[in-house]
């Protein structure tokens, strides 16, 4: 950080408070306007199945005006309540500092002798189109599907107001309260388990928050409050305006209630905007994995930054690649668009229940509310996701059952990987090398040591890590400078640049023994080019300096960045020289001279096992599924950028 008050002065002149504002207000509207090819696809092509899916069952025995009626009643107020009001306004004020096949299978209406197994192909190569263009990045995919967006959301809340003026002008009425007990009251229990598809109505309305790493809470809220919600609520009153005049077309509903004139044009679109449907997932589970590995509940994998503007704009390949085969596995299995909503609603109503009962431990903890407060927004939220996950549990059988196996196997794989992570590092705490007895062998530690600087990477933040001893122990030598370097996660959104690098000395100075833990909050990304060696090496003569001396560190301003990302190594060479001929330390100067001499980077190459005593279920899991993520996650030293000619590592094995 530059605390030099002209720099800020020359960045600032010129530019008044009121264009600081205007450019922040274009700011948050373009996001607003990127968000809807985002976060929003996946909600705005609802209307293709929602009705569709409600009436598939028995209650399609049912379809007269009040029935749907009541249909577009519970539409309305779930998706005013749940997605309006609990996610708009009080779930996103919480931010911490299978469509496809739906839109692809209209062409069936209008091409009766397409077979399905066309239609699933088409699917399929939609859908290895949209993950292929993942690694675009969040803003030029943005860009390229908010248009397809805008245009879905003017087109179907202008064919909703002609269907309402045309069909049914007093469709409105609907919206009272009163038809949905006359719904429940008439069609009994298939009316109720009819509720699993009114409740996709709003998938997707949990992309909202999980996607708040791309955008911002109040672009969200705007695209949502001014465009979504007013679209969405007009075309499903003019579909159901149109349904009550035309009770036989229950199945096809959306595309029959199309003017004939712009069929093609609207199904175009809704192709389109099918596909951008699954973006909304796509970007939120690249968010999730990268937060779950922050948190050691998930295998560290590469993530790739895809904006300089938006630190959470990110892509992720092995998760990009492994959605795509999942997606293709579920279209070609189920080949059938109700067993997909069955699948989908089941999976949403979990989510949105999880999320209720976690948001109320917000409100009570975090916000400090009352807990009245916390119990009635989990008893009223809580309450209406409760009575929709009744209904869908009831179609199982019928595709439901797809998420709640893979939530499973997931919920388990990174359940036995926290737990064999926790394991080892128990292991490291309780084997490491006492310092008592280090340091009583001198300041050459006992051994020999040699030009160089050696980086020891543990995942203690203190004691000799055991992976020491064991090289010293076989064999008895080091670099002049030791370093043990530990990577931890911390309990904050972010981590400032300034603040990453925490370095500590370990034992006397004579030993040249030091700690640098490499601080990243849960959201912070970890950058490819990020030079660390050089960034550690400046920080370390910071520290020695001012420690002895007490002199205020030296700013950003003292030497000359090479790029974003990284330091000059020969600006650091001049700021030694100029601080050598006046209080420059001459341990700086062994820093230095270490340096030079080249760097070397020591991992432990440990293999977990579970003991001979251990239980059957423990050694499953830790010798077959701990072993394979360990096997195929990404490498510590790829998280520091180390250079392979650097690398050392040492062999171990953890019995746990």
């Known amino acids: 950080m530059n605390n030099n008050?002209?720099?800020?002065?020359?960045?600032?002149?010129?530019?008044?408070?009121?264009?600081?504002?205007?450019?922040?207000?274009?700011?948050?509207?373009?996001?607003?306007?990127?968000?809807?090819?985002?976060?929003?696809?996946?909600?705005?092509?609802?209307?293709?199945y929602v009705y569709k899916t409600t009436f598939s069952g028995k209650l399609s025995l049912h379809e007269n005006d009040e029935e749907i009626y009541g249909v577009l009643s519970f539409i309305f107020w779930t998706f005013t309540l749940i997605a309006l009001f609990k996610y708009v306004f009080i779930v996103m004020s919480a931010d911490d500092n299978g469509e496809v096949l739906s839109a692809v299978s209209g062409v069936k209406h209008k091409i009766t002798g397409l077979h399905e197994n066309y239609v699933v192909l088409i699917s399929c190569v939609v859908l290895v189109g949209l993950f292929s263009l993942q690694h675009c990045g969040t803003h030029k995919v943005a860009f390229m599907f908010a248009?397809?967006?805008?245009?879905?959301?003017?087109?179907?809340?202008?064919?909703?107001?002609?269907?309402?003026?045309?069909?049914?002008?007093?469709?409105?009425?609907?919206?009272?309260?009163?038809?949905?007990?006359?719904?429940?009251?008439?069609?009994?229990v298939e009316g109720w388990i009819s509720l699993g598809g009114v409740v996709l109505s709003?998938?997707?309305?949990?992309?909202?928050?999980?996607?708040?790493?791309?955008?911002?809470?109040?672009?969200?809220?705007?695209?949502?409050?001014?465009?979504?919600?007013?679209?969405?609520?007009?075309?499903?009153?003019?579909?159901?305006?149109?349904?009550?005049?035309?009770?036989?077309?229950?199945?096809?509903?959306?595309?029959?209630?199309?003017?004939?004139?712009?069929?093609?044009?609207?199904?175009?679109?809704?192709?389109?905007?099918?596909?951008?449907?699954?973006?909304?997932?796509?970007s939120a589970t690249f968010s999730l994995v990268n937060q779950c590995c922050a948190l050691n509940c998930f295998p560290h994998v590469k993530t790739m930054h895809t904006s300089n503007q938006i630190c959470g704009q990110i892509y992720i390949p092995e998760v990009n690649w492994m959605l795509m085969c999942l997606c293709l596995a579920v279209t070609i299995g189920l080949r059938d668009t109700n067993m997909l909503g069955h699948a989908y609603g089941l999976a949403v109503t979990i989510v949105m229940f999880v999320s209720t009962c976690l948001m109320a431990l917000v409100i009570l903890i975090v916000w400090k509310q009352r807990l009245i407060g916390a119990i009635a927004f989990f008893m009223f939220f809580g309450s209406i996701e409760l009575l929709y996950i009744s209904a869908s549990i009831s179609k199982v059988h019928k595709g439901g059952w797809i998420p709640v196996v893979l939530s499973i196997l997931f919920m388990c794989s990174m359940y036995t990987w926290y737990y064999g992570t926790m394991k080892?590092?128990?292991?490291?705490?309780?084997?490491?090398?006492?310092?008592?007895?280090?340091?009583?062998?001198?300041?050459?530690?006992?051994?020999?040591?040699?030009?160089?600087?050696?980086?020891?990477?543990?995942?203690?933040?203190?004691?000799?890590?055991?992976?020491?001893?064991?090289?010293?122990?076989?064999?008895?030598?080091?670099?002049?400078?030791l370093v043990f370097v530990c990577i931890k996660y911390v309990q904050v959104p972010h981590i400032d640049e300034e603040h990453r690098l925490l370095i500590t000395r370990v034992g006397s100075k004579e030993c040249n023994m030091f700690r640098c833990v490499v601080r990243y909050g849960y959201r912070d990304l970890l950058q490819e080019n990020y030079d660390f060696e050089n960034r550690l090496v400046f920080s370390l003569m910071q520290y020695v300096e001012t420690e002895d001396q007490f002199w205020k560190p030296m700013t950003p301003c003292e030497y000359e960045p090479l790029e974003q990302s990284s330091y000059e190594y020969k600006a650091m060479n001049t700021a030694v020289d100029d601080r050598e001929k006046s209080t420059h330390s001459e341990e700086a100067m062994l820093i230095m001279r270490a340096k030079e001499s080249g760097v070397t980077y020591i991992f432990g190459h440990c293999s977990v096992k579970a003991k001979k005593s251990s239980s059957i279920l423990k050694k499953l899991g830790i010798d077959i599924v701990y072993a394979f993520l360990n096997q195929n996650c990404r490498e510590p030293e790829a998280l520091l950028n180390v250079p392979h000619t650097s690398l050392l590592e040492v062999g171990m094995v953890y019995y746990v």
Do not use: C
Request: glycine share 6%; aromatic share 12%; net charge neutral.
């Open 5 to 48: 008050p002209s720099q800020e002065n020359v960045e600032t002149e010129g530019i008044s408070s009121k264009n600081v504002k205007n450019e922040s207000y274009r700011s948050v509207l373009m996001l607003a306007y990127q968000s809807l090819g985002v976060v929003y696809g996946d909600l705005s092509t609802s209307p293709l």
């Open 147 to 188: 248009p397809i967006i805008t245009t879905w959301l003017v087109s179907i809340s202008v064919i909703g107001m002609y269907n309402i003026i045309k069909w049914n002008p007093r469709i409105y009425h609907a919206l009272s309260p009163v038809y949905m007990l006359k719904f429940l009251h008439s069609t009994g």
């Open 202 to 282: 709003i998938t997707g309305v949990e992309a909202m928050f999980a996607d708040l790493g791309h955008f911002s809470t109040l672009s969200i809220k705007i695209a949502f409050t001014f465009l979504v919600y007013p679209s969405l609520i007009l075309a499903y009153l003019g579909e159901a305006a149109f349904l009550s005049k035309h009770h036989e077309d229950i199945q096809r509903s959306f595309y029959k209630a199309i003017p004939e004139a712009v069929f093609w044009p609207v199904f175009v679109v809704a192709t389109f905007a099918s596909v951008v449907g699954s973006q909304a997932v796509i």
């Open 424 to 481: 080892k590092h128990e292991y490291d705490d309780e084997n490491k090398v006492s310092m008592n007895r280090i340091l009583s062998s001198g300041p050459s530690l006992g051994i020999v040591r040699v030009p160089g600087i050696g980086l020891i990477y543990t995942s203690l933040v203190s004691g000799v890590p055991a992976v020491f001893g064991h090289f010293v122990t076989t064999l008895p030598a080091f670099h002049q400078v």
